[in-house]
C-alpha cells in the first residue's frame, strides 16, 4: 500500500487566495483525519470523518476552512480566503476503525502551506 | 477537558546518554496510548503502542515506554541515544471510540 497520500506537498499562495489541499486516506480505513501543525501549537485536530460523515469538526478554526469527502477514497481541505496565520503544516491521517488496539493513525506527508 | 501534556519541549543529549520523554495524561478509565516519531522533514511515525497487557511496551529502533497507570504517566526511555534519534516525538492518547489527543511533542536534539 502507498500509505496516506496528500497533494500537494508545498504550496505558496497569497492572502486573500483559495487554497485546496487534497488526501487519499489508506485503501479499507474507515476514519480520516485532518490535522494542522505549527511550532506554537503542535499537532492540532482540525476535522475527523468516520464513513465518509463528518463527525467533529470543532477544531475548524473558522469558516474560511471547509472540509469534504465525497468517497471512501478522497477528502478535501478547503481554506478560502487565506490569511498568513494559517501558515502550517496540514496532515491528513487515515485509521482502520474504533477497535481496542485498532486507534493507530497512519499519517501522510504533510502539505506545506506558506500564505504571504 | 482531556488532554495530553509532554513536560520537555526540548531536549539536548550526547550521543550514549540514556533518554526519558515524560507523559501525562489526563483521561480516565480505559485509555490506547502512544508515541509517535517526526524526523526532520517527514511525516508522523508511530513509534509503539499500548492498549492493553504487559505496560512495558517495546517499540523500533530500541525505544520503550511504560504505562503507569496510578500516575496517568506513559514515558518514553531509551538506554543509549544516537545521532540518528534527532526527532520530535508526539505522546497521544484516545479512548475506545474517542479521538485521539496529542501532546505538543519534545523536540529531542542528539550532539554527535
Known amino acids: 500500500d502507498a500509505g496516506v497520500i496528500q497533494s500537494p506537498r508545498h504550496e505558496v499562495t497569497e492572502m486573500g487566495q483559495e487554497v485546496t489541499l487534497r488526501c487519499k486516506p489508506i485503501?479499507?480505513?474507515?476514519?480520516l483525519f485532518w490535522y494542522r501543525q505549527t511550532m506554537m501549537r503542535g499537532l492540532e485536530l482540525l476535522i475527523y470523518?468516520?464513513?465518509?460523515?463528518?463527525i467533529d469538526d470543532s477544531g475548524m478554526p473558522e469558516d474560511r476552512f471547509s472540509a469534504k469527502m465525497p468517497n471512501a477514497s478522497f477528502s478535501t481541505l478547503k481554506i478560502q480566503p487565506s490569511e498568513p496565520r494559517d501558515s502550517a503544516v496540514y496532515f491528513c491521517?487515515?485509521?482502520?476503525?474504533w477497535g481496542r488496539g485498532n486507534d493507530e493513525q497512519y499519517f501522510g506527508p504533510g502539505t506545506r502551506l506558506t500564505v504571504t | 477537558a482531556q488532554s495530553v501534556s509532554q513536560h520537555n519541549h526540548h531536549v539536548i543529549l550526547s550521543e550514549a546518554a540514556s533518554l526519558e520523554l515524560g507523559c501525562n495524561y489526563s483521561?480516565?478509565?480505559?485509555?490506547?496510548l502512544f508515541w509517535y516519531v517526526q524526523y526532520p522533514g517527514q511525516h508522523l511515525q508511530l513509534l509503539l503502542k499500548?492498549?492493553?497487557?504487559?505496560?512495558l511496551v517495546k517499540g523500533i529502533k530500541g525505544f520503550e515506554a511504560e504505562f503507569i497507570k496510578s500516575k496517568f504517566s506513559f514515558n518514553l526511555r531509551k538506554p543509549s541515544v544516537q545521532w540518528s534519534d534527532t526527532a520530535e516525538y508526539v505522546c497521544?492518547?484516545?479512548?475506545?471510540?474517542?479521538?485521539?489527543?496529542f501532546g505538543k511533542g519534545t523536540r529531542l536534539h542528539i550532539l554527535p
Open positions: 491521517a487515515s485509521r482502520t476503525g
Open positions: 497521544a492518547v484516545t479512548r475506545f471510540g474517542d479521538k485521539i489527543i
Open positions: 483521561y480516565g478509565g480505559t485509555v490506547n
Open positions: 499500548y492498549f492493553s497487557g504487559d505496560p
Open positions: 485503501s479499507g480505513h474507515n476514519s
Open positions: 470523518f468516520n464513513n465518509n460523515v463528518p
